[in-house]
């Protein structure tokens, strides 16, 4: 199995920023794309951006404003928040998709979730 842990989340003010980051942990035979979703409440969750063999992938609304990284030798993904705004209140959630082993398929994982507040 894998394990993601997240941190970075907090409040901060409008402007303000915020660095996210998720390690995974445990079985991880190869790792596919790794990206960051986010649910504020009674909305869906939906993504935020990702980050792949492809390249990179943002919503529109963050675009100019939010960075994805990747660390491979640290199973670890990031996202850097910058010019945060009260909109981007929400629980980040880390995702990844890892292979545990050889004989398995690719799985989609999900870290527990991370506060983000932006307000005054």
């Known amino acids: 199995q894998v394990q993601l842990v997240e941190s970075g989340g907090g409040l901060v003010q409008p402007g303000g920023s915020l660095r996210l980051s998720c390690a995974a942990s445990g079985s991880i035979f190869t790792m596919g794309a790794m990206g960051w979703y986010r649910q504020a409440p009674g909305k869906q969750r939906g993504l935020v951006a990702a980050?792949?063999?492809?390249?990179?992938h943002y919503a529109d609304s963050v675009k100019g404003r939010f960075t994805i990284s990747r660390d491979n030798a640290k199973n670890t993904v990031y996202l850097q928040m910058n010019n945060l705004q009260p909109e981007d209140t929400a629980v980040y959630y880390c995702?990844?998709?890892?292979?545990?082993?050889?004989?398995?398929?690719?799985?989609?994982?999900w870290g527990q979730g991370t506060q983000v507040t932006v307000s005054s």
């Open positions: 995702n990844v998709q890892a292979r545990p082993d050889a004989s398995t398929s690719i799985n989609n994982y």
């Open positions: 980050i792949g063999s492809g390249g990179t």
